[in-house]
């Protein structure tokens, strides 16, 4: 029995530091309440789109408003790509599976936003609590998504070559129809591959291409 006990007590001491950390782990969370939804409600946000939405940010400690995305860039909503760090990081967290017309406020602790380093040019201290209300207006296919990777793979052998590539822009400068110069498009297609085609064949594999969501294509 006082071999049980022991054991008991060597667990006891085990379990207390996962349940230290877990209660850490609880306050470091984004709290997402849910204003309001539409129906129907889709096509759903996923890591790699490319959102629109419009944003008010706030100081938890005293509800200052520290920014606004309606009275800045003369008031067109935002767009970004989610879940690649291109906001802070609990903006990424809480946008995840949101549709278009969808309203959130969120709650956001410092270790997902700016830290213990604050951020002095947005006006937010250190240690800082967030508070974002948000408004989605578009959720749209990623530049890199697995969709647009198997758009450009006309012939699905999971590489885009050259002339893949090619086609691809040939399409997109016919699409917004600007008048360019055909060096451009050489240009370009050099560049592309200048900068993807890590291992020099001549073909950017999915893994070069980045798929932001690490879908098996």
């Known amino acids: 029995a006082a071999g049980a006990?022991?054991?008991?007590?060597?667990?006891?001491?085990?379990?207390?530091?996962?349940a230290v950390l877990a209660a850490r782990a609880a306050e470091e969370e984004v709290r997402i309440e849910v204003l309001h939804v539409p129906e129907p409600c889709g096509p759903r946000s996923k890591k790699g789109d490319l959102l629109n939405a419009h944003y008010d940010g706030y100081l938890a400690s005293d509800g200052s408003r520290f920014y606004c995305s309606r009275t800045q860039n003369e008031g067109h909503p935002k767009w970004f790509?989610?879940?690649?760090?291109?906001?802070?990081?609990?903006?990424?967290?809480?946008?995840?599976?949101?549709?278009?017309?969808?309203?959130?406020?969120?709650?956001?602790?410092p270790s997902l936003a700016y830290g213990q380093q604050g951020y002095a040019q947005g006006k937010i201290p250190?240690?800082?609590?967030?508070i974002f209300e948000?408004?989605?207006?578009?959720?749209?296919?990623?530049?890199?998504?697995?969709?647009?990777?198997?758009?450009?793979?006309k012939d699905k052998d999971k590489k885009l070559s050259q002339l893949e590539i090619s086609e691809y822009l040939k399409?997109?400068?016919?699409?917004?129809?600007?008048?360019?110069?055909?060096?451009?498009?050489?240009?370009?297609?050099?560049?592309?591959?200048?900068?993807?085609?890590?291992?020099?064949d001549g073909f950017i594999s999915a893994k070069e291409y980045n798929v932001y969501q690490h879908d098996e294509l």
């Open 171 to 200: 399409e997109e400068f016919a699409r917004d129809g600007k008048k360019r110069h055909p060096s451009v498009h050489d240009e370009i297609l050099t560049d592309i591959f200048k900068k993807n085609d890590h291992d020099g």
């Open 126 to 130: 250190p240690n800082a609590t967030l």
């Open 81 to 109: 790509v989610l879940g690649v760090g291109q906001v802070i990081k609990g903006l990424d967290i809480a946008m995840m599976n949101m549709c278009p017309g969808e309203k959130r406020k969120v709650t956001i602790p």
């Open 134 to 153: 948000i408004e989605l207006y578009a959720v749209n296919k990623g530049p890199r998504s697995v969709e647009a990777f198997n758009q450009i793979d």
């Open 5 to 18: 006990a022991g054991m008991a007590r060597a667990l006891g001491l085990l379990l207390l530091p996962l």
